[in-house]
């Protein structure tokens, strides 16, 4: 020995944990999403916020981010049949999807707005929860969200909500193959589309005949049914009178099931939790929702819902993602400094906090504009979903970077928020889908371009590029045309966002116009110069 030799290691110090982020469930979630809270206030109250404080919290906990891992790790079964040959068509779920499901529903995040009491800015509070509780686990969200959307088209047959919605909206989660008159609560799911026709549903092949009774026998495979395990179904199929809407009970009133046949469950990309399936009507019996031939027309109602929802899940999920890049980058140490201290991984952080500030103030809005009933909705809704859903993928993928090889790895949870990530962008309407149901919007109804530009004229003048944008975007619509459906439905979102962002918070609309609509490069991190990237990145940062 020479003296100069470093000490030796115990043998048993190869494995010291160090340079690692502490848990993150020790951060609430609101006191780290500006955008948030600031929304919600905004284009609602207080009391709104307040009212969210318990689901939030509830959302951050180790417990619900375990079952929410576990709900993944142990996808839902399908059983055909019992031990004995007979039918049971039922599928099994683990504990932790049941455990996700009761505290959603009894937050009211299924279908709280609906009720009789529900008071003032009813579906803001609701789309703030939903956010929320959406970044535990998305794939419970889909039958919370189909029972959601099933509640204004079921009232379009007076009869049948008067049967079904008290159950409906009754904040008891009770799963099981029961009539629903003897159920505690009840949950409702949507069949529309076919193998032959995928949007295109007027050229559905299910048919739907008349029983004498008030009744119809449905016969026909539907290619995609979302939430097979709920207990009521919307569905479309042609009627005499044309393609027409129906209610389907899994078990009928005698307390026999309904022939409604589970072929399979879809091995999904992702959205791992919840059963996709393709679904046969035997004969099901079905009953009329709406006039027959109107059925598209009625069940419209819940395609705007879900819609809305997509728009909200997709915000959850870069919110989510972002947390996790926020979290990592201030505790990881990379070549002598924290992560987040490093400009480039700075400026990487800065513009996730920005997509994700864009995309929660625009859900927020929406959801405002359904409590007041604004038929702004009808335009405002496909484009937010077609920006705000296309663009989470890639931003979930630069946040899942910013984890390095930690990020690619299952145990990080950042690969489930990638692989759930496209889902949003098909569900109820692709790209192409969406973006021209901007151009139908615009062509019928032109009270809602007026309002458009009512909206947009409250920021008037605030910013050069913001106008600039809002010109380009008269010019767009003036002569849209299918082949530019896709930039007008994007420059539409792009404009309400950069407004409502300005107003909502100042601080961050200047940044926000600069990087969007201003010299954009198409990569995420890299910024106008003088955009204050260390503030941004603060504002999102869980404090843990």
């Not at 937050?107 to 579906?123: F, T």
């Not at 926020?326 to 987040?340: P, Y």
């Not at 767009?476 to 409502?500: G, K, M, N, Y």
């Not at 955009?531 to 999102?540: G, N, T």
Request: hydrophobic share 45%; charged share 20%.
């Amino acid at each position: 020995m020479t003296g100069t030799e470093p000490p030796a290691r115990p043998l048993d110090s190869t494995h010291d944990v160090i340079n690692q982020s502490p848990p993150l469930h020790r951060a609430d979630p609101l006191a780290c999403d500006p955008a948030l809270v600031s929304a919600v206030r905004a284009f609602g109250s207080d009391s709104v916020l307040d009212s969210i404080d318990s689901v939030a919290r509830d959302s951050a906990t180790a417990e619900a981010r375990e079952h929410g891992r576990l709900a993944n790790e142990h996808p839902p079964v399908l059983h055909t049949h019992d031990r004995y040959g007979n039918r049971v068509d039922e599928v099994e779920f683990h504990p932790s999807w049941h455990w996700l499901m009761t505290r959603a529903v009894a937050h009211g995040l299924h279908a709280a707005p609906w009720a009789p009491d529900a008071g003032e800015h009813a579906h803001l509070r609701r789309a703030a929860a939903f956010s929320v509780w959406s970044q535990v686990e998305a794939g419970h969200g889909c039958p919370i969200s189909m029972t959601y959307a099933a509640i204004p088209a079921l009232r379009h047959e007076p009869g049948l909500a008067e049967r079904y919605e008290p159950g409906l909206l009754s904040s008891a989660y009770d799963f099981g193959m029961r009539p629903a008159e003897a159920k505690a609560g009840l949950l409702a799911g949507m069949s529309m589309t076919e193998k032959q026709g995928g949007s295109d549903v007027r050229v559905n092949s299910t048919t739907a005949t008349p029983s004498g009774d008030g009744t119809y026998a449905l016969v026909g495979h539907k290619w995609f049914t979302s939430a097979p395990m709920n207990d009521l179904f919307l569905t479309l199929a042609q009627a005499p009178g044309g393609l027409t809407c129906f209610l389907l009970p899994r078990v009928l009133p005698d307390g026999t099931r309904n022939a409604l046949r589970l072929q399979r469950l879809k091995d999904k990309l992702g959205n791992k939790s919840n059963a996709s399936a393709e679904l046969e009507y035997a004969g099901a019996t079905g009953w009329r929702v709406g006039e027959e031939g109107r059925g598209v027309r009625t069940i419209i109602e819940m395609v705007t819902m879900t819609r809305l929802d997509c728009v909200l899940g997709s915000a959850a999920n870069i919110r989510a993602a972002l947390t996790e890049a926020a979290h990592h980058a201030a505790h990881r140490s990379a070549f002598g400094a924290l992560l987040r201290d490093q400009p480039a991984m700075t400026a990487v952080l800065a513009d996730l906090a920005l997509e994700s500030e864009g995309a929660t103030v625009l859900g927020m809005w929406l959801a405002s504009l359904v409590d007041s009933g604004s038929p702004l909705l009808r335009l405002a809704l496909p484009a937010a979903k077609f920006l705000v859903c296309k663009r989470a993928p890639g931003v979930v993928a630069e946040a899942l970077e910013c984890l390095g090889g930690n990020g690619y790895v299952e145990e990080s949870g950042m690969p489930r928020l990638y692989r759930e990530a496209p889902l949003m962008s098909i569900w109820e309407g692709s790209g192409n889908v969406t973006a021209l149901d901007v151009l139908r919007a615009l062509s019928r109804e032109p009270s809602v371009v007026e309002a458009l530009w009512a909206e947009l004229a409250v920021t008037a003048g605030a910013d050069a590029r913001l106008d600039a944008a809002v010109a380009e975007l008269r010019s767009e619509i003036a002569e849209a045309s299918p082949e530019r459906a896709r930039r007008v439905a994007e420059l539409i979102a792009l404009c309400l966002q950069a407004s409502l962002v300005l107003r909502v918070a100042p601080e961050v609309g200047e940044a926000f116009i600069a990087s969007r609509l201003g010299a954009r490069s198409g990569v995420l991190g890299v910024l106008p110069r003088g955009v204050r990237a260390r503030d941004l990145v603060d504002r999102v940062t869980p404090a843990c």
